[in-house]
């Protein structure tokens, strides 16, 4: 009979380990890749001041996770839309503006900076005037449908002087933008 019990027993721990190894197995982070919002922060963050047209935001993307995050788009009430664009050598070597395509991409467990002058958040046909110290929020869209929010703050910046390139998303103008509206 004790022989019995101890048999039970064993039987009983054994198949405890089991399971518990395998649910500890199944919530491996590689196995299941987490929400990439979860993972996604955004520091430095900051918005040029403009008194209408077009600005730009700016900030550094850091991604704490084993796998790319890719923002899709980005909204703000600061703008009457938004795009997510690039700063590109033209034909003639000019610096110019467009819609990144595909999106901004954070490499995983790394970062991406939005800066004048490259990658950046553009806010087009301001409603109102953006102005230096005012705060304004945004929410990213990543690939995965998640969202993030974040608020940045307003700062007087001269700019580049990129120009916009038409077709490329926006009805913004093809003319060099001014201290005041260009990223």
């Known amino acids: 009979m004790n022989t019995n019990r101890i048999r039970t027993s064993i039987v009983a721990a054994l198949a405890t380990v089991l399971a518990l190894s395998a649910l500890v197995g199944c919530s491996s982070d590689t196995e299941q890749p987490a929400t990439s919002a979860d993972g996604l922060r955004i520091t430095e963050q900051w918005v040029k001041a403009a008194p209408s047209g077009m600005t730009a935001a700016f900030g550094e993307l850091t991604n704490d996770t084993g796998q790319e995050i890719r923002v899709v788009s980005a909204s703000s009430p600061a703008a009457g839309y938004m795009e ?10 000019a610096m110019t503006m467009r819609q990144k395509e ?4 954070v490499p995983a467990n790394g970062t991406l900076t939005l800066q ?9 046909d301001l409603p109102a005037a953006i102005t230096p110290g005012q705060d304004v929020t945004f929410e990213l869209t990543l690939a995965d449908g998640s969202t993030t929010s974040f608020t940045a ?31």
């Open 116 to 124: 004048p002058g490259g990658d950046h958040l553009m806010l087009l």
């Open 102 to 105: 595909g999106g901004l991409v």
């Open 153 to 183: 703050q307003a700062r007087d910046f001269p700019g580049a002087e990129e120009n916009y390139v038409p077709g490329h998303g926006g009805d913004a103008p093809a003319a060099p933008t001014t201290p005041q509206s260009g990223a």
């Open 84 to 93: 997510l664009h690039e700063v590109v050598p033209s034909d003639t070597g």
